[in-house]
């Protein structure tokens, strides 16, 4: 169990580029989940996936943001034309689903994102 | 909607000293409490949770209990060290849901020697 993997881990665009991160869950893990956390702030939920299914998405996450988990292991999170005001740490997290309240949700280091 | 919210920080101790970070929540129904704990560098660790009312999370010394009539969660620690400086996030879930979680807005702790 390597633990919940993000790439990269910073990454520094220029407005108006777009950006791609990758997160390869905890092996087995059949829900995955990214955050947005900005500086001072806790993280707040974009979206979910159980499996390869998106069933949920905030409305942090505008038309630029797009999510994909394919095959239902790793995911990308793609941010088109990027702002300066998407300038966060972008969080993915998985967990188990036991069919129960409380199912621990891991976390991965983030990947930072710096728009100039 | 469901929120959390936490002291301000920063706070500040002296090594050994005893520490309460406070938080409270607004939720409807039984949700699970959490509170993770990010080094610097670091990503999100869970440090302990409870699920149902009056429930007690404890882990490395820290503890927190689920008070359902006050909605809080304190964190505490009798005796805290150098290495415990981080920021502190209390969290909640939703009971029957896919555990999305709501976040404070942290609280960074810094101990000195």
């Known amino acids: 169990d390597t633990g919940v993997s993000q790439d990269p881990r910073h990454k520094i665009t220029k407005r108006g580029q777009n950006v791609t991160f990758r997160c390869d869950p905890i092996?087995?893990?059949?829900?995955l989940y990214w955050y947005r956390q900005t500086l001072g702030q806790g993280p707040e939920f974009l979206t979910y996936?159980?499996?390869?299914?998106?069933?949920?998405k905030s409305r942090l996450l505008s038309d630029r943001f797009s999510a994909e988990r394919p095959k239902g292991s790793f995911s990308t999170l793609e941010i088109q034309r990027t702002e300066q005001g998407d300038s966060a740490m972008y969080l993915c997290?998985?967990?188990?689903?036991?069919?129960?309240?409380?199912?621990?949700?891991?976390f991965g280091e983030g990947s930072w994102l710096t728009v100039v | 909607g469901d929120s959390v919210t936490q002291m301000e920080g920063p706070v500040t101790l002296s090594e050994e000293a005893f520490l309460t970070i406070n938080c409270t929540y607004t939720?409807?129904?039984?949700?699970?409490l959490f509170w993770y704990v990010q080094y610097p560098g670091e990503g999100l660790q869970l440090l302990l949770k409870?699920?149902?009312?009056?429930d007690k999370g404890s882990n490395k010394g820290f503890e927190a209990t689920y008070r359902k009539e006050t909605t809080s969660f304190h964190l505490e620690k009798g005796s805290v060290q150098v290495s415990d400086s981080a920021v502190y996030f209390c969290?909640?879930?939703?009971?029957?849901?896919?555990?999305?979680?709501?976040f404070g807005a942290g609280t960074r702790l810094a101990v000195h020697p």
């Open positions: 997290a998985s967990s188990l689903d036991k069919g129960s309240s409380g199912n621990t949700i891991y």
């Open positions: 092996s087995e893990h059949n829900r």
């Open positions: 996936f159980q499996n390869e299914a998106q069933l949920e």
């Open positions: 939720a409807t129904g039984y949700p699970s």
């Open positions: 409870a699920t149902k009312a009056d």
């Open positions: 969290a909640l879930s939703q009971s029957g849901g896919y555990n999305k979680l709501i």
